[in-house]
Nanobody, 124 residues
């Protein structure tokens, strides 16, 4: 069993930056593909980005490509999401997710483990 806990959320002005962290416990993340999803007000859960177990392969939603960057430190059992040039439409609860296996996926149903989410609010 893997427990995931996100942190780093908050309120930021448009154009600003935030870095989210996802801390894992219970199992080492070194064999897990990881992803970030988000759910905005009145919206469904949306894929943000995914990363393979090694960090060698990443994939981002078009809406965040060029602005958001995932990284991971398997030795520390941590995954990160650096968010730059934030826009009001990025306002959402952000979730960290993981599944055992090499490759990431854009589908929420592919992930076995989820954090509780952290709120990001971007003001205009």
């Amino acid at each position: 069993q893997v427990q995931l806990v996100e942190s780093g959320g908050g309120l930021v002005q448009a154009g600003g930056s935030l870095r989210l962290s996802c801390a894992a416990s219970g199992r080492t993340l070194s064999s897990y593909a990881m992803a970030w999803f988000r759910q905005g007000p009145g919206k469904g859960r949306e894929f943000v980005g995914s990363m393979s177990w090694s960090g060698g392969s990443t994939y981002y939603a078009d809406s965040v490509k060029g602005r958001f960057t995932m990284s991971r430190d398997n030795a520390k059992n941590m995954v990160y999401l650096q968010m730059n040039a934030l826009k009001p439409e990025d306002t959402a609860v952000y979730y960290c997710a993981g599944h055992p296996g090499g490759r990431g996926s854009t589908r929420a149903g592919s992930y076995d483990y989820w954090g509780q989410g952290t709120q990001i609010t971007v003001s205009s």
